[in-house]
T-cell receptor
Framework: DAKTTQPTSMDCAEGRAANLPCNHS???????VYWYRQIHSQGPQYIIH???NNETNEMASLIITEDRKSSTLILPHATLRDTAVYYC???????????FGQGTTLQVKP | EAQVTQNPRYLITVTGKKLTVTCSQN?????MSWYRQDPGLGLRQIYY???????DKGDVPEGYKVSRKEKRNFPLILESPSPNQTSLYFC????????????FGSGTRLTVV
């Protein structure tokens, strides 16, 4: 599985868009980019995933570069409840191994 | 409600006393997995299963056993718990039909004294 690199921490003002970057330069063609978040010690929560195209759901948008070496998770209007650790993961369904890195701690401030 | 249920939520036990943490999902998911989370070490995969009777080791399988006799259940067994297995444990499940997005349980906080 490809390794991903994320900033350790980021701040965002409440109501503004939060843009969380992720580098995955060694991602292979059959690996998807997945994003999860974990609030305090709760179980991680699935946010969104994509392969090549940009994706949007009710929680967030995912922008993947054309060469697939990096991506950005966008929370369009961050709220205090979005304060969490966000994990970017390269995952292939060929195996069941979902490997978490250290993630980005996003702090949304009033 | 679609969910992954772990029991117990909290457990304090003594070294060497066998224990089982249960995990059950009601989504007919093929994939199931166990993780442990420790401060500074993040989430680490213990074991995973891609279907009934199919299990594989994750990154930290030592001291743990699993079984997958039914699709919905994936218990985690600690035959002889030790203090270094004190941790927060999560069970998760997913399916290719759902795009492999894992659903996680609420966690089991285990303390071994």
């Amino acid at each position: 599985d490809a390794k991903t690199t994320q900033p350790t921490s980021m701040d965002c003002a409440e109501g503004r868009a939060a843009n969380l970057p992720c580098n995955h330069s060694t991602i292979s063609g059959n690996e998807y980019v997945y994003w999860y978040r974990q609030i305090h010690s709760q179980g991680p929560q699935y946010i969104i995933h994509g392969l090549k195209n940009n994706e949007t759901n009710e929680m967030a948008s995912l922008i993947i570069t054309e060469d697939r070496k990096s991506s950005t998770l966008i929370l369009p209007h961050a709220t205090l409840r979005d304060t969490a650790v966000y994990y970017c993961i390269a995952f292939s369904g060929n195996t069941g191994k979902l490997i978490f890195g250290q993630g980005t701690t996003l702090q949304v401030k009033p | 409600e679609a969910q992954v249920t772990q029991n117990p939520r909290y457990l304090i036990t003594v070294t060497g006393k066998k224990l089982t943490v249960t995990c059950s999902q009601n989504m007919n998911h093929e994939y199931m997995s166990w993780y442990r989370q420790d401060p500074g070490l993040g989430l680490r995969q213990i074991y995973y299963s891609m279907n009934v009777e199919v299990t594989d080791k994750g990154d930290v399988p030592e001291g743990y056993k699993v079984s997958r006799k039914e699709k919905r259940n994936f218990p985690l067994i600690l035959e002889s718990p030790s203090p270094n297995q004190t941790s927060l444990y999560f069970c998760a499940s997913s399916s290719p039909r759902g795009g492999y997005g894992y659903t996680f349980g609420s966690g089991t906080r285990l303390t071994v004294v």
